[in-house]
C-alpha cells in the first residue's frame, strides 16, 4: 500500500504508470466495471466539492468497492473527534484505504503513525491536489502527447491554489516551460515558472489553466470587483482570440463564470473544462489501485485489479 498526498512523492515512472492505467481503464469503457467485493473505502470530506467527491465514489464504485461516505457536519467531529479518531475509526471499521480533503495544509503529517491504510489526498488547504494535477497530466497528454518542450501558463490565485502548486510542480518536472501570471497580492515566489504578464502568457501558451479564486482561503475580501478581476486577469474572449492555434483553456473547477474565464468560453471548441472532469474518474481508479497494491505487485509494475 502507499499514500497517494502529493505528487513530489512519486516518480516520473510511477506518474506515467497512472496515467497510462488511467487510459486502460477509458478504454475498457462499460467493460471495466468490476464485480461488488468487499474493499471497503471511506471519503472524509471536511470541506466542499462536486468533482473530486462524486469522481472518486464513481471511481470506487467501478472498482466494485463498498463506499462509506463521510459528513464532518452530521459526524463526531461536531463533538471534538479528531482527524486522526476519525480515520482511525473508518479503519476499525474495516476500511482498506481513506479519501481525505480537508481545509487545513498538510493534515496528513499529524496521521502519519498509527495508521494503517493508504491516505489518498483530495486536496490539502493551498497545499497540493494530487489527482488534479494527474487528471491535468491525463487531459494535457491526450491532447500533445508528450509534455517536454510544451508552455503551459497557469494564471489567478497562485498563492491560494493547491492546484497551482501540484501543477507547477509537477509540469516542471515533466519538462514544461510554466508560466505564471495573476495579481501582485496573491503572488507566490515558491511556485516553478517564469512570472509575466497575462497578455503574454495567454498568447506564448499551448495550455492555458485558468484558477478558482479561492475566496474561503482570503483573509481579506477580494478589493477589486468581479468585473474588474475578469478585466485584468480573467480568460475574456478577446484575450482567447490572441491565444495560439491549436491551444487549449483548462480549469479546476467550479468555474466562476465571467469571473475567471468568461462563460461562453467554458463551452468553446479550445475549452477541455468537461474532458478534465471525465478524465477524472479513470485518474482516480488508476489512484486507488496504485495506492491499494502492494510494494511487491508496486515492484512488479503489472495492473493488479484482476487479481483481487
Ligand atoms: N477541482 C476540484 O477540486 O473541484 P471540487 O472542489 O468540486 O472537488
Known sequence: MANLLSLNDLTIEEIERILDRAEQFQKMGENGWR?????????LFFEPSTRTRFSFETAEKRLGFQVLNFSSQTSSVQKGETLYDTVRTMESIGAKAVVIRHQKDGYYRELTSGIGLPILNAGDGAGDHPTQALLDLLTIRQEFLLFQGLTVAIIGDLRYSRVARSDAQVLTRLGCRVLLSGPEEWKNEALPGEHISIDEAVEAADVVIMLRIQHERHEKAMKMSKEEYHRLYGLSRERAARMKPGSIIMHPGP????????GDLVESTKSRYFKQITNGVAVRMASLEWALQSEKEAKAHEPVIEKW
Do not use: I
Open 35 to 43: 464485480s461488488p467485493n468487499h474493499t471497503l473505502v471511506a471519503n
Open 255 to 262: 468555474v466562476n463564470r465571467g469571473v475567471e474565464l468568461d
